[in-house]
């Protein structure tokens, strides 16, 4: 049997959870501050609508692993095609490649094209999306602009039939 090095009386829950944005980590956290109290697990279970398993499991690993407990272990699943070590470079890329063109902007497929031939990563055009969201780049634009428009032929326009 493992030795516990961890007690309830170690932290502040209640006050660590009004500050969590995680909402798992601020039910745990709750859970925590429950037992700290001296509730018992019945009553946690019924005051927060939780299995009473769910509240056992929850002050048994916050014994082991101590308060990263609360947060959730990284799971198996299939990992991103491009490497975590790439992801800078490849927002440089899409951030300069951007700024090359001299009108119009990127698209999902030049994005996904960029990918595959820098990275040898392939990906649909959802999927580019879904890491362009991981990765924190939102792709939301301002409409593009025609190489040969005429800002100053716009204007005139403008001043021309505004007076209508």
Known sequence: ???????????????????????????????????????????????????PETARRTKKRYYERGLESIYDRHRRGRH????????DAFKDMIVSEQ????????????????????YNA???VNGIYELLKRIGMSWISARSQHPKADPQAQEAFKKLYSTY
Request: aromatic share 4%.
């Open 99 to 118: 700024q090359k063109r001299s009108g119009g902007r990127l698209t999902g497929k030049d994005i996904q094209q960029l990918a595959k031939e820098h």
């Open 122 to 124: 392939h990906y649909t």
């Open 80 to 87: 991103s095609k491009l490497a975590q070590t790439d992801i």
């Open 1 to 51: 049997m493992t030795k516990l090095t961890n007690t309830l009386d170690d932290h502040d829950f209640g006050k660590y959870s009004k500050t969590e944005s995680n909402p798992r980590a601020r039910l745990r956290l709750l859970i925590l501050h429950q037992y700290s109290i001296g509730k018992s697990t019945i009553d946690i279970a019924k005051d927060l609508c939780i299995h």
